[in-house]
T-cell receptor, first 110, second 115 residues
C-alpha cells in the first residue's frame, strides 16, 4: 500500500530563515510526486510535480527535489505570505489517484 | 481563469438527512476525484472517475455514499442518510490524463457539518 509521511508536522520560522520540509514515501512504482500548498479554508493549490530521482523544480522561493525515497521542499528566505500547510502526494503505477501525507503547517513570522 | 467549482461551500444538516454536493470540473479535464479532509485523517480519496466512468470508489462507505457523473460538466457526491461522523470538508479535484501523467486541481471544498 502506498504511504506518504511528512515531517515536521509544524514548523515556525522567522522571515528570511531558510529551511526544508520532508516527504518520505513508499510506492510500488512512482508515477509522480506532487507538492501542494493549502491555505486555511481553501482547497489545495498545485505547486510541483516530480517524476524521477534527481529532478528539481523551482517556483519563486520554493524548490522541490526528489530521491528514490523522499522529496524535500526547500524554502529560501521565506516571507509571512508563505505561511500555509504544505502537502505532499504520490501516484503509483496503474493508478490515477493521489495518496496524500498529512502535511506540514508552516508559520513564518515577520 | 479555469477552476473547479463546488457547491455549496457550507452545509449544516441534521443527522439522517440527505446531502448532495456538486462539482463542476475544469472544462476538458477527463478525471474527477472526490476527497474528504479531516484533522485526524487528512485527505482521503473517496472516489474517482475517468471519462465519467467510476474507476475506484473503494474509499466510500457504500451503504450511505454514492458518487456519479451525469455529464462531463457535473459530478455529484451524495450521502444518505448523513451521520455526525461525516462532518468534514469534501473536495472535488479534476485533472487531464495525458501520457499517464495527472496533475489534480482542487476546488474550494464543501464544509459539511452534521448535527
Amino acid at each position: 500500500e502506498d504511504q506518504v509521511t511528512q515531517s515536521p508536522e509544524a514548523l515556525r520560522l522567522q522571515e528570511g530563515e531558510s529551511s526544508s520540509l520532508n516527504c518520505s514515501y513508499t510506492v510500488s512504482g512512482l508515477r509522480g510526486l506532487f507538492w501542494y500548498r493549502q491555505d486555511p479554508g481553501k482547497g489545495p493549490e498545485f505547486l510541483f510535480t516530480l517524476y524521477s530521482a534527481g529532478e528539481e523544480k523551482e517556483k519563486e522561493r520554493l524548490k522541490a527535489t526528489l530521491t528514490k525515497k523522499e522529496s524535500f521542499l526547500h524554502i529560501t528566505a521565506p516571507k509571512p505570505e508563505d505561511s500555509a500547510t504544505y502537502l505532499c502526494a504520490v501516484r503509483s503505477t496503474g493508478f490515477q489517484k493521489l495518496v496524500f501525507g498529512t502535511g506540514t503547517r508552516l508559520l513564518v513570522s515577520p | 481563469d479555469a477552476r473547479v467549482t463546488q457547491t455549496p461551500r457550507h452545509k449544516v444538516t441534521e443527522m439522517g438527512q440527505e446531502v448532495t454536493m456538486r462539482c463542476q470540473p475544469i472544462l476538458g479535464h477527463n478525471t474527477v476525484f472526490w476527497y474528504r479532509q479531516t484533522m485526524m485523517q487528512g485527505l482521503e480519496l473517496l472516489a474517482y472517475f475517468r471519462n465519467r466512468a467510476p474507476l475506484d470508489d473503494s474509499g466510500m462507505p457504500k451503504d450511505r455514499f454514492s458518487a456519479e457523473m451525469p455529464d462531463a460538466t457535473l459530478a455529484t457526491l451524495k450521502i444518505q442518510p448523513s451521520e455526525p461522523r461525516d462532518s468534514a470538508v469534501y473536495f472535488c479535484a479534476s485533472g487531464l490524463v495525458t501520457g499517464g501523467q495527472t496533475e489534480a486541481f482542487f476546488g474550494q471544498g464543501t464544509r459539511l457539518t452534521v448535527v
